[in-house]
């Protein structure tokens, strides 16, 4: 993770999710890119209406809304904080604006947003077709220790490997802990005792395929570094659960039907 950046409308959920990105972005101590898309209306290419106001000068009434939204919501414009206008429409501008590296965060629903849906048309497209990792902030901090858990679909597949790698990151830099879940459907041919045995051997042939392999990058936490400490610790019927017997704060999960 080499920057965050975050998208705001001036709406309620992008200043929380400024609010959320300012926080880890300190944590972490990487930079973060305030970023709001402009576009002139469609009604202004009408015969009559008075001269449009110049690209340039929209990018700069743009970053200075955006200095004075952070100004507002933070108490002031951090060092680490810089505005950035964009041309076009919102989730066009914003996938332009993140890279492999990036980490975008965003509201659940901007300014055009129903009341009752539980994710807007921009954050959704950005959550389908972004190459980074995205965040929709629905708190003002992001997770800390003690009862905040943060909880990675797990697969096998090297999307979720890649979404454990940035979970793992945002629990060392959060104190949060790190549940890997795993879960798959039981055949209905078959019954106890044969269905608790197999899914006690596959959940622990998978999570010692996770701890032996982790990730494929070279950020994998150092910290989570497999060792023969690592021992298994409470087994519902059904499901088994996973964690480590020293410090790192991470641990894995399978069940057949419901996170228990």
């Given at each position: 993770m080499?920057?965050?950046?975050?998208?705001?409308?001036?709406?309620?959920d992008s200043r929380?999710?400024?609010?959320?990105?300012?926080?880890l972005?300190d944590?972490?101590?990487v930079?973060l890119?305030?970023?709001?898309?402009?576009s002139?209306?469609?009604l202004?290419v009408?015969?009559?209406?008075?001269?449009?106001?110049s690209?340039s000068?929209?990018?700069?009434?743009?970053v200075?809304?955006?200095?004075?939204?952070?100004?507002?919501e933070?108490g002031?414009?951090p060092?680490?904080?810089t505005?950035?206008a964009?041309?076009?429409?919102?989730?066009?501008?914003i996938?332009?604006?993140?890279?492999?590296d990036s980490?975008?965060v965003?509201g659940?629903?901007?300014?055009?947003?129903?009341?009752g849906l539980?994710l807007g048309?921009?954050?959704?497209?950005?959550i389908e077709?972004a190459?980074c990792?995205?965040?929709?902030?629905?708190?003002?901090?992001p997770p800390?220790?003690?009862?905040?858990?943060?909880?990675?679909?797990k697969?096998?597949s090297?999307?979720?490997a890649?979404?454990?790698?940035?979970?793992?990151?945002v629990?060392?830099?959060?104190?949060?802990?790190?549940?890997?879940a795993?879960?798959?459907q039981v055949?209905?041919?078959?019954?106890?005792?044969?269905?608790?045995r197999r899914?006690?051997?596959?959940a622990?042939a998978?999570v010692?395929r996770?701890l032996?392999r982790?990730?494929?990058?070279?950020?994998w936490?150092?910290?989570?570094?497999p060792s023969s400490?690592w021992s298994?610790?409470?087994a519902?019927?059904?499901?088994?659960?996973?964690?480590?017997a020293?410090s790192p704060a991470i641990?894995?999960?399978?069940?057949?039907?419901?996170?228990?």
């Amino acid at each position: 993770m080499k920057e965050l950046v975050v998208g705001l409308d001036g709406s309620r959920d992008s200043r929380r999710a400024l609010r959320w990105a300012a926080a880890l972005a300190d944590r972490a101590a990487v930079p973060l890119r305030a970023i709001e898309a402009w576009s002139y209306p469609a009604l202004t290419v009408v015969p009559g209406w008075s001269e449009l106001v110049s690209p340039s000068e929209m990018d700069d009434r743009t970053v200075d809304g955006i200095r004075a939204l952070v100004a507002s919501e933070l108490g002031e414009v951090p060092a680490f904080v810089t505005a950035e206008a964009r041309r076009g429409p919102a989730a066009r501008a914003i996938l332009g604006a993140v890279g492999p590296d990036s980490v975008l965060v965003l509201g659940s629903r901007g300014r055009g947003g129903f009341a009752g849906l539980l994710l807007g048309s921009v954050s959704r497209e950005c959550i389908e077709h972004a190459q980074c990792p995205v965040v929709i902030a629905r708190e003002d901090d992001p997770p800390t220790p003690g009862d905040t858990v943060i909880l990675v679909g797990k697969d096998g597949s090297e999307n979720s490997a890649r979404a454990l790698e940035w979970a793992g990151t945002v629990g060392q830099l959060t104190g949060a802990a790190v549940v890997a879940a795993y879960v798959w459907q039981v055949t209905s041919a078959e019954v106890k005792p044969q269905l608790h045995r197999r899914l006690r051997a596959e959940a622990g042939a998978t999570v010692e395929r996770w701890l032996i392999r982790g990730p494929s990058s070279s950020s994998w936490p150092s910290a989570w570094t497999p060792s023969s400490s690592w021992s298994a610790a409470g087994a519902p019927a059904g499901s088994e659960a996973w964690r480590p017997a020293a410090s790192p704060a991470i641990s894995s999960a399978t069940a057949p039907r419901r996170w228990r």
